[in-house]
């Protein structure tokens, strides 16, 4: 644990005054991509399908319609076949004619999509238009086996599975990417000072004015109004580097696995900690004392036991050990911060009970997030 905490610290030290290029640090207003949905019916399946699932044979049979045939729910056994969602993510520019993968995941009861097939499904926008087509074999990279007595046993997740290049688009978003004088960088980590060095940065390739910084996110940039030189200044705008300003000096603490990262930024102002634990361990045992009760019959004597006495026997051992005690000079770094709570032995709980008291006193120098 004391170990994951120093890691990180370093991590953070060794990326303070690393240049990063703006093509790993900001992305450009409306180049993104969008998310598709549909619904389908995989078929194929050997015995793993949703069975008499209603939802399943309803969607056969509007299928089945479709093509021409004329069938009853009756008639119709989903065991081979499964109701599934189907999820992409159409990338931006993409044309006509390219293809996405896809994901398909089950809706009813559908033990597996282990060698299934994905019939044609329709995927949608946000906007309710359809966007592309996915059909096709899917790879699943888990499996199911259950027995004839109940037990069974599943190995990752067998209801989820892939089609690469499963879809084919059949329309494209419109990208404002050639709309405008300007475009807008956005910053992934919002900051005020990176926000600034980015547009001085710029402003030094491309000449002044060219680059203004609108907030501590959003850095917009004159660009050219013909495409093919829009499209190459974006490729020199990406590769400049920046030194990004060191982020704000946080405490970061996982309430349920007990990580600490402590950011290199933080600093403790004077402050003397006492740190000593006490253990108490009780222990439980019992006395037995088997009673009995002694009748005489002529010359026999007869033995009847009785109901046993018990007697509770507790032990209790308490260990104490001796308070440590460390002082934290004015403007202590992170690298003193740590060595001194890993001198007197600190568990996970015990470090964030530290740091917790140190804020409460004002001397740590950070924000304390829990999440």
Do not use: C, W
Request: hydrophobic share 45%; no cysteine.
């Amino acid at each position: 644990m004391r170990a994951l905490v120093m890691i990180a610290a370093l991590v953070f030290s060794a990326g303070a005054a690393q240049a990063d290029r703006l093509k790993d640090m900001t992305t450009i207003s409306g180049v993104r991509s969008n998310p598709l949905v549909g619904y389908g019916i995989v078929v194929g399946l050997s015995g793993t399908g949703d069975g008499n699932s209603g939802l399943t044979l309803q969607s056969m049979q509007s299928m089945l319609s479709r093509m021409g045939l004329a069938v009853e729910v009756g008639d119709i056994n989903a065991k081979n076949a499964a109701a599934v969602m189907v999820t992409a993510e159409l990338g931006p520019f993409l044309k006509e004619g390219q293809e996405i993968d896809v994901t398909v995941a089950t809706v009813g009861q559908a033990k597996s999509l282990q060698g299934g097939t994905l019939l044609m499904t329709p995927l949608m926008g946000a906007d309710g238009e359809i966007y592309a087509i996915a059909q096709g074999n899917l790879i699943v990279g888990g499996l199911g086996v259950q027995g004839a007595d109940g037990s069974s046993v599943t190995v990752n997740i067998p209801t989820v599975g892939r089609i690469p290049n499963g879809a084919s688009v059949e329309r494209m978003v419109d990208s404002p990417f050639q709309d405008g004088d300007y475009l807008m960088m956005n910053l992934n980590r919002g900051d005020f000072s990176t926000a600034a060095a980015t547009a001085e940065a710029i402003n030094e390739v491309f000449g002044p004015d060219v680059a203004v910084a609108l907030d501590g996110t959003t850095i917009r940039v004159r660009a050219p109004a013909d495409p093919d030189q829009r499209v190459s200044f974006v490729g020199l705008l990406e590769n400049i580097e920046v030194t990004p300003d060191p982020p704000a000096a946080k405490v970061v603490v996982n309430s349920r696995t007990g990580t600490v990262v402590i950011g290199g930024e933080v600093l403790v102002t004077p402050a003397a900690v006492t740190h000593g634990g006490l253990t108490v361990t009780v222990n439980e045992d019992y006395d037995v004392q088997q009673q009995a009760t002694v009748a005489m019959n002529g010359d026999t004597t007869v033995i009847q036991p009785d109901e046993p006495i018990v007697t509770p026997d507790s032990q209790l051992y308490i260990n104490e050990d001796p308070a440590k005690a460390f002082l934290f000079d004015p403007g202590v770094s992170l690298a003193s911060l740590v060595d001194a709570i890993n001198a007197v032995g600190a568990s996970p709980g015990d470090l964030v009970a530290i740091l917790e008291a140190l804020r409460e006193a004002g001397a740590l120098r950070a924000e304390l997030v829990v999440i």
